[in-house]
């Protein structure tokens, strides 16, 4: 089975450009703010496009990955099962050894201010739990 090559970092923002604009209701708009809020943190994130579909950011390792399904738009954080969550803002995968979502349905407000601290949350993790790479390999 052969490796697959990570795509080039401008053709990953297109696919996630396209898989928003492909979604042009609530869920799409809701992906984009969700996709703000992201860059608003981290400005320097890196976007990837994985898994048959998903758009990824990474900052010094996974910060996250979001989906839209028919009924809700979902933001998995990579750590979110080390990360604090005094604002209750994790609502799904709870049980996950490793990660934890934020489910977000139509007419949902998005919390900016918890989510902006979960995301400071994800990258200091990162920062301090690098995983050392193979060099020439990216950070996702």
């Known amino acids: 089975m052969s490796k697959s090559n990570p795509l080039d970092p401008e053709e990953a923002v297109r696919r996630i450009d396209k898989f928003i604009a492909d979604h042009d209701d609530w869920r799409g708009e ?15 994130v890196i976007e990837d496009w994985k898994y ?16 839209i399904f028919k009924a809700k738009v979902k933001l998995t954080l990579h750590h979110g099962a080390h990360l604090p969550n005094q604002s209750g803002l994790f609502n799904a995968s709870l049980n996950a050894r490793q990660s934890r979502a934020i489910d977000l349905f139509e007419g949902d407000e998005i919390d900016v201010d918890a989510l902006k601290a979960l995301l400071r949350a994800a990258m200091d993790y990162n920062a301090t739990h690098a995983v050392k790479r193979s060099k020439g390999s990216r950070d996702i």
């Open 30 to 44: 809701t992906m984009a703010r969700i996709r703000g809020i992201i860059h608003e943190v981290a400005p320097d």
């Open 52 to 67: 048959m579909g998903s758009p990824f950011w990474s900052h010094e390792g996974i910060l996250g990955h979001g989906n």
